[in-house]
């Protein structure tokens, strides 16, 4: 497989919240994320030495903003550019004080038109000094992003024809599975049908299994709807816990993942759809799993 250029992590989630203090409470004290700084409108939060890992915006609407992605090099965002510009889509660079206010090195945008998912792109984004300590969770990174889209079909041929994205595994026409190629994760982007566009859920991997059950009890005790789990995905071998965010969007811890190797990495598998696809413990999700939040689309600039 030739590819044109490589991913190296999926970097952030940025989110829009209508409460931004309430938010911020809630990812840091419940979650476990390290609040870095907190300007008008905007807080950057992290689980790792990046400047910030998620970035929750004030907005009427909540959902996701955009969805970025840090590429290998500097040879690769560039090669990413050309191709995405290629292919007809319209990729756009940050003008040069965006990119320092997002502590970033340069760094463009480009949309997916069938979902509406903005994406971003990077090589650099600056190294904090003070290691991320952890508190009531041990997050390892931010996993995955998972959309739902009305244009499922055209969604996942783009996600993997142009965008590179690997098919680790798919439930036909309903659910895709993806990996930001070389990146060995099983996933880092996942895409459902779903009669319109808006976002799934966002993930954080911890690294212990007692982060899930410990996470269980927390928010329980808090009053958070845990609305799928504890239970373990078939097609990642996750065990995961979801939950809601202030504003009704599904957050999800999970531990341990299948990984595929660069070379030599098995085919995708076509899996059926089956209770026990999403969780081999027999759990069932709650009517609100994966269902707040929008995807926003405005023009970027
Ligand atoms: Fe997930």
């Known amino acids: 497989m030739s590819l044109p250029f490589r991913y190296e992590k999926l970097g952030y989630a940025a989110l829009n919240v209508s409460d931004l203090d309430r938010s911020i409470r809630f990812y840091q004290e ?105 508190t009531v969770t041990k997050i390892a990174r931010i996993g995955h992003i998972v959309i739902a889209t009305k244009n499922y079909a055209a969604a996942i041929e783009r996600l993997t024809s142009v965008f590179n994205f690997a098919l680790s595994d798919f439930v036909e026409d309903k659910f895709s599975w993806m990996r930001c190629y070389p990146n060995p994760l099983h996933h880092s982007l996942a895409v459902g049908y779903s009669e319109r566009n808006h976002l799934h859920h966002i993930n954080f991997m911890v690294t212990d299994v007692d982060d899930i059950g410990k996470a269980l009890n927390r928010m329980r005790k808090a009053g958070v709807e845990v609305v799928f789990g504890p239970g373990r995905h078939l097609p990642s071998t996750s065990i995961f816990l979801y939950f809601l965010d202030p504003d009704g969007m599904t957050m999800e811890f999970s531990f341990g993942m299948e990984e595929i190797p660069e070379q030599g990495g098995r085919l995708p598998r076509m899996l059926e759809m089956h209770p026990n696809t999403m969780d081999i413990w027999g759990s069932m999700p709650a009517e609100r799993f994966g269902r707040g939040g929008e995807i926003e689309v405005v023009d970027h600039e």
């Open 30 to 134: 419940l979650m476990g994320l390290d609040l870095v700084s907190r300007e008008e409108g905007v807080a950057y939060l992290r689980c790792s030495r990046d400047h910030h890992n998620l970035v929750l915006y004030a907005a009427k609407t909540p959902g996701i903003k955009r969805a970025a992605y840090k590429m290998a090099s500097k040879a690769d965002l560039d090669l990413a550019f050309e191709h995405y510009k290629t292919s007809g889509l319209e990729p756009r660079w940050l003008a040069a004080d965006a990119c320092r206010a997002l502590k970033q090195g340069p760094t463009f945008r480009v949309r997916e038109p069938s979902s509406g998912l903005l994406l971003e792109f990077y090589d650099r984004m600056t190294h904090l000094a003070l290691p991320y300590e952890h």
